[in-house]
């Protein structure tokens, strides 16, 4: 047995010179023998990966919008509900854009009317930062143009706040008495600036406004005493009434979306939908399971469509379907994200209005208790909370808190208003 090298042709004769050009060498029998390949001349081009196009129309980011911010858990757009405490308690600062929110509401209250009108002033305020910008829209399905004079206004703070703002006002105008306080202020000034540099005349607010400085416009606070001055125009809201079949609804809502991102596609749709499958807004025909489901199945799937523009907001009464029963049940799996006002009972009412008598401010009207979260409880978290927060409505703003029992208070009903003397006997 012999070796030979490699690339000598087997049967004698010389090594084939190596190079594009050189021939190729035959095996005994006629068989090309194995060598480097060659490179062909051919016009046919190679095949390959087909390089994708650049986009002549720039992408224009969500996160532009001052209505937008990110999530602080997952990243992803998020806007505000209009109510800061209902956006803490969903732990993204907001409502995730794409997704909807199903407030549903036990006893003959209607404190799910003060979140829907809030979360629509929230959008008519957003169109009101720049002139001749509009960063929202706001549909509202089943009800008549009627229902926005009732949106509530912007929260101006306290009376003691407000008439030291006037104040000051009027101070800053051009006028005798005020030239006259000029001098006076001038000795002040090495006052304040001691008082500045130590950090003596910084309030509480302060902080949070530090805070919130990058996203100034994202969350405003609402008067529910006050009404929205001036009052939504055409442009900042769309009613859509509602028709027969699902599919005209759909269309009308589809078509109105398409129109409004067709002049900014950076918009932030806000579809509300109050009081809904309530037989004063809804006649019978539409409270059939036939066309609730494939109602709220076609709302998802504008949702997926127009998942970084179109939130929705939902509210439900439980007095006429109960968590109970099987609409309720399959509701709060379509929707997204589901919280539960509870009012108290009269007896719990009674309990807090006793505790907190000199204290009115403190007085809570129920529980807020959290069914479901955004993008959270999809993806399996047990974010189930119940009556661990409580909301209060009142004269100025609506409220969520941490709920505690409150502890009646009997210590003074042992003193004496003078000696601070008892007669009672405390011998051991």
Same mark, same amino acid.
């Given at each position: 047995?012999?070796? &030979?090298?490699? =690339?000598? !042709?087997?049967?004698?004769?010389?090594?084939?010179?190596?190079?594009?050009? @050189?021939? !190729?060498?035959?095996?005994?029998?006629?068989?090309?023998?194995?060598?480097?390949? !060659?490179?062909?001349?051919?016009?046919?081009?190679?095949?390959?990966?087909?390089?994708?196009?650049?986009?002549?129309?720039?992408?224009?980011?969500?996160?532009?919008?001052?209505?937008?911010?990110?999530?602080?858990?997952?990243?992803?757009?998020?806007?505000?509900? =209009?109510?800061?405490?209902?956006?803490?308690?969903?732990?993204?600062?907001?409502?995730?854009?794409?997704?909807?929110?199903?407030?549903?509401?036990?006893?003959?209250?209607?404190?799910?009317?003060?979140?829907?009108?809030?979360?629509?002033?929230?959008? !008519?305020?957003?169109?009101?930062?720049?002139?001749?910008?509009?960063?929202?829209?706001?549909?509202?399905?089943?009800?008549?143009?009627?229902?926005?004079?009732?949106?509530? =206004?912007?929260? /101006?703070?306290?009376?003691? %706040?407000?008439? /030291?703002?006037?104040?000051?006002?009027?101070?800053?105008?051009?006028?005798?008495?005020?030239?006259? &306080?000029? #001098?006076? @202020?001038?000795?002040?000034?090495?006052?304040?600036?001691?008082?500045?540099?130590?950090?003596?005349?910084?309030?509480?607010?302060?902080? %949070?406004?530090?805070?919130?400085?990058?996203?100034?416009?994202?969350?405003?606070?609402?008067?529910?005493?006050?009404?929205?001055?001036?009052? *939504?125009?055409?442009?900042?809201?769309?009613?859509?009434?509602?028709?027969?079949?699902?599919?005209?609804?759909?269309?009308?809502?589809?078509?109105?979306?398409?129109?409004?991102?067709?002049?900014?596609?950076?918009?932030?749709?806000?579809?509300?939908?109050?009081?809904?499958?309530?037989?004063?807004?809804?006649?019978?025909?539409?409270?059939?399971?036939?066309?609730?489901?494939?109602?709220?199945?076609?709302?998802? #799937?504008?949702?997926?469509?127009?998942?970084?523009?179109?939130?929705?907001?939902?509210?439900?009464?439980?007095?006429?379907?109960?968590?109970?029963?099987?609409?309720?049940?399959?509701?709060?799996?379509?929707?997204?994200? @589901?919280?539960?006002?509870?009012?108290?009972?009269?007896?719990?009412?009674?309990?807090?209005?006793?505790?907190?008598?000199?204290?009115?401010?403190?007085?809570?009207?129920?529980?807020?208790?959290?069914?479901?979260?955004?993008?959270?409880?999809?993806?399996?978290?047990?974010?189930?909370?119940?009556?661990?927060?409580?909301?209060?409505?009142?004269?100025?703003?609506?409220?969520?808190?941490?709920?505690?029992? *409150?502890? %009646?208070?009997?210590?003074?009903?042992?003193?004496?208003?003078?000696?601070? /003397?008892?007669?009672?006997?405390?011998?051991?």
């Amino acid at each position: 047995m012999s070796f &030979r090298k490699r =690339g000598e !042709v087997l049967g004698g004769g010389s090594t084939p010179q190596r190079g594009p050009q @050189a021939a !190729v060498p035959l095996r005994q029998g006629g068989i090309p023998a194995r060598g480097p390949p !060659v490179a062909t001349t051919s016009s046919t081009p190679r095949r390959g990966p087909i390089a994708k196009q650049a986009s002549s129309t720039p992408e224009v980011s969500i996160l532009g919008n001052p209505a937008v911010r990110p999530s602080l858990i997952t990243s992803s757009p998020t806007t505000s509900t =209009g109510s800061s405490d209902l956006d803490k308690i969903l732990l993204h600062q907001g409502l995730p854009l794409g997704h909807s929110l199903l407030v549903e509401e036990s006893g003959t209250t209607d404190f799910a009317s003060v979140l829907l009108r809030a979360f629509a002033s929230q959008g !008519v305020i957003h169109n009101r930062i720049a002139p001749n910008q509009l960063n929202s829209h706001i549909i509202v399905l089943g009800l008549s143009p009627l229902w926005s004079n009732d949106l509530p =206004g912007l929260y /101006k703070g306290s009376s003691k %706040e407000q008439k /030291k703002a006037k104040i000051a006002q009027n101070e800053s105008k051009v006028s005798v008495s005020n030239i006259a &306080r000029g #001098s006076n @202020a001038a000795r002040s000034d090495s006052k304040m600036k001691i008082a500045w540099r130590y950090g003596l005349n910084k309030k509480e607010g302060d902080k %949070e406004n530090e805070v919130g400085g990058t996203y100034e416009h994202y969350n405003n606070q609402f008067d529910i005493t006050q009404k929205l001055q001036p009052g *939504p125009n055409p442009q900042d809201i769309t009613y859509v009434p509602l028709s027969k079949t699902v599919a005209s609804i759909i269309n009308q809502l589809s078509s109105v979306i398409k129109s409004q991102l067709k002049s900014d596609p950076s918009k932030v749709i806000r579809l509300v939908i109050p009081g809904f499958l309530n037989p004063s807004i809804y006649a019978p025909s539409y409270t059939a399971s036939t066309f609730v489901f494939p109602l709220v199945h076609s709302l998802r #799937s504008l949702l997926r469509e127009f998942e970084n523009n179109l939130v929705i907001v939902c509210s439900l009464p439980l007095d006429l379907y109960p968590r109970d029963s099987s609409l309720t049940a399959i509701l709060e799996i379509l929707f997204d994200s @589901a919280i539960h006002l509870q009012p108290f009972n009269q007896e719990m009412s009674q309990l807090i209005e006793k505790a907190y008598k000199n204290e009115p401010s403190k007085i809570q009207q129920g529980l807020v208790n959290i069914i479901k979260l955004p993008v959270l409880s999809e993806r399996g978290l047990m974010m189930i909370h119940d009556g661990e927060f409580a909301f209060k409505n009142g004269r100025k703003k609506f409220e969520i808190e941490e709920w505690g029992i *409150p502890v %009646e208070d009997d210590s003074k009903e042992n003193e004496t208003p003078e000696g601070g /003397k008892t007669s009672k006997n405390i011998d051991f």
